[in-house]
């Protein structure tokens, strides 16, 4: 009886642990570390010239400023988008289905596919002909991600980053918790009709050069328990009750049975 005690109360204490190496982000290969020199380069890996290329749908925020007199400046005129107090989703270009915006007076420029710097250079040559020294500045306004699951805090949030990674979404939601599966981690992608469905792993270094590396808006990362969780919450709980239930019984048992006092 005592040793089938000990052996449900080992079991129960070592379900409990999750190993380091499930924990671990962007860890080296086994045996890597030991072998690394110190204060120097060890690995080189290739994330890409990574530029998010707008699309039917995207809102930004475009500014322009000139040295124009106010009374001929027609963007001054019809106001800055992103003004104090104002919403600047509502205020924002949207890029409407065939992929264009339209400024005033100026008319439609198409920036579907573009990226944000060559939609600023874009939008730059189609007002220099109107203003004087024109400088433009342009920002992507609705860039959402929702992460799900073992993070500290579940929901939505906005970057103004157009080249975010994985890896800053998961430490802008307070970090992944101690039961999350970083091997096998969800993105769901919408590209226009077709939503994709990929796994990634966060324990692996190479992920700096997956596809999935860096986020696109909306998208959608679900983050997996371990089955240790299920474990440790359910059943080690129905183990450790168990063993007390077991343990008041032994006692009972040899305080009044046969052979006791």
Same mark, same amino acid.
């Given at each position: 009886?005592?040793?089938?005690?000990? !052996?449900?109360?080992?079991?129960?204490?070592f379900?409990?642990?999750?190993?380091?190496? %499930?924990? &671990?982000?962007?860890?080296?290969?086994?045996g890597?570390?030991? @072998?690394?020199?110190?204060?120097?380069?060890?690995? &080189?890996?290739y994330?890409?010239?990574? /530029?998010?290329?707008?699309?039917?749908g $995207?809102?930004?925020?475009?500014?322009?400023a000139?040295?124009?007199?106010e009374?001929?400046?027609?963007f001054?005129? /019809? !106001?800055?988008?992103g003004?104090?107090?104002?919403?600047?989703l509502?205020?924002?270009?949207?890029?409407?289905?065939?992929?264009?915006?339209?400024?005033?007076?100026?008319?439609?420029?198409?920036?579907?596919?573009?990226?944000?710097?060559?939609?600023?250079? %874009?939008?730059f040559?189609?007002?220099?002909?109107?203003? %004087?020294?024109?400088?433009?500045?342009?920002?992507l306004? +609705?860039? *959402?991600?929702?992460?799900?699951?073992?993070?500290?805090?579940?929901? #939505?949030?906005? &970057?103004?980053d157009p080249? =975010?990674?994985?890896m800053?979404?998961?430490? @802008?939601? !307070?970090?992944?918790?101690?039961y999350?599966?970083r091997? @096998?981690?969800?993105?769901v992608?919408?590209m226009?009709?077709?939503?994709?469905? /990929?796994?990634? +792993?966060?324990? $692996? $270094?190479?992920l700096?050069?997956?596809p999935?590396? =860096?986020?696109?808006? @909306?998208?959608?990362?679900?983050?997996r328990?371990? %089955? /240790?969780?299920?474990?440790?919450?359910?059943t080690a709980r129905?183990?450790?009750?168990?063993?007390?239930?077991? #343990?008041?019984?032994t006692?009972?048992f040899?305080?009044?049975g046969p052979?006791? *006092?």
């Open positions: 009886m005592y040793r089938l005690l000990v !052996g449900l109360l080992l079991l129960t204490l379900s409990q642990c999750v190993p380091v190496r %499930k924990q &671990t982000y962007l860890q080296e290969r086994p890597e570390l030991n @072998n690394y020199p110190k204060d120097t380069v060890v690995k &080189t890996l994330a890409g010239d990574y /530029a998010y290329s707008l699309q039917p $995207d809102i930004l925020s475009i500014k322009i000139s040295l124009t007199p009374e001929y400046d027609f001054s005129q /019809a !106001g800055s988008t003004a104090e107090g104002e919403d600047p509502l205020s924002g270009y949207l890029i409407d289905p065939d992929g264009n915006i339209e400024l005033p007076v100026v008319g439609e420029i198409e920036l579907q596919g573009l990226s944000l710097p060559e939609a600023r250079q %874009k939008i040559q189609a007002v220099d002909g109107y203003l %004087k020294s024109p400088t433009v500045r342009v920002k306004l +609705n860039f *959402n991600y929702t992460v799900l699951g073992e993070v500290a805090q579940q929901g #939505t949030f906005t &970057t103004f080249k =975010y990674s994985i800053e979404a998961v430490g @802008n939601a !307070g970090g992944l918790s101690e999350a599966d091997a @096998n981690v969800k993105i992608r919408r226009g009709e077709q939503v994709d469905i /990929a796994f990634v +792993n966060l324990l $692996d $270094d190479e700096i050069e997956s999935y590396f =860096y986020l696109k808006p @909306n998208d959608l990362i679900i983050v328990p371990l %089955k /240790a969780k299920t474990f440790n919450t359910f129905n183990i450790a009750l168990g063993i007390s239930l077991l #343990t008041s019984l006692l009972i040899l305080r009044f052979g006791g *006092n």
